[in-house]
T-cell receptor, first 112, second 109 residues
């Protein structure tokens, strides 16, 4: 069974542009969470979705948005990119109410 | 003050040494995770603990719920253990983690 897959693995964007990151959870996992990891720091929670509804949101500006599709895959969108948005973006999925998360390998975003 | 504190931040060890990484948390949790992150960025879940102790190969993780403290031990360390080890507290609400800042481990041959 495939793990959590994220795409793309790397990308470079220019300040002010928009970016869409994608995450496919493990089959059967209905919950997807997004995290931002700036170099040298631990990951920070951005969003959690369960059954296509937002169930949690971290302390991020409205430039960050996400959605979950009927097949439980998810997109993270960031508008008006800033240099400070350069980070590794991690997606994690879990089956439902339990705490067992599986992480994807991440998307490394560089904003220049 | 961070909800999850890890120590040490950096650790260098000789191959074969016994290693301990500590994690303290201040929030109510349903589980505590130990994660391993290699230079490429991918994260691997090593352990998920809600009580007691777990062992997998040379890795041992313990948690003391009353003291809100967990430790990750590596026995007979090897250069391939070099990575960043991150402690993550899964909140009681189940919706999110608080992560420690990680411990960067380098094992020298």
């Amino acid at each position: 069974d495939a793990g959590v897959t994220q795409s793309p693995t790397h990308l470079i964007k220019t300040r002010g542009q928009h970016v869409t990151l994608r995450c496919s959870p493990i089959s059967g996992h209905k919950s997807v969470s997004w995290y931002q990891q700036v170099l040298g720091q631990g990951p920070q929670f951005i969003f959690q979705y369960y059954e296509k509804e937002e169930r949690g949101r971290g302390n991020f500006p409205d430039r960050f948005s996400a959605r979950q599709f009927p097949n439980y895959s998810s997109e993270l969108n960031v508008n008006a990119l800033l240099l400070g948005d350069s980070a590794l973006y991690l997606c994690a999925s879990r089956r439902g109410g339990g705490p067992g998360y599986t992480f994807g390998s991440g998307t490394r975003l560089t904003v220049v | 003050k961070n909800e999850v504190e890890q120590s040490p931040q950096n650790l260098t060890a000789q191959e074969g040494e016994f290693i301990t990484i500590n994690c303290s948390y201040s929030v109510g949790i349903s589980a505590l995770h130990w994660l391993q992150q290699h230079p490429g960025g991918g994260i691997v879940s090593l352990f998920m603990l809600s009580s007691g102790k777990k062992k997998h190969g040379r890795l041992i993780a313990t948690i003391n719920i009353q003291e809100k403290h967990s430790s990750l031990h590596i026995t007979a360390s090897h250069p391939r253990d070099s990575a960043v080890y991150i402690c993550a507290a899964n909140l009681n609400t189940g919706n999110q983690f608080y992560f420690g800042t990680g411990t960067s481990l380098t094992v020298i041959p």
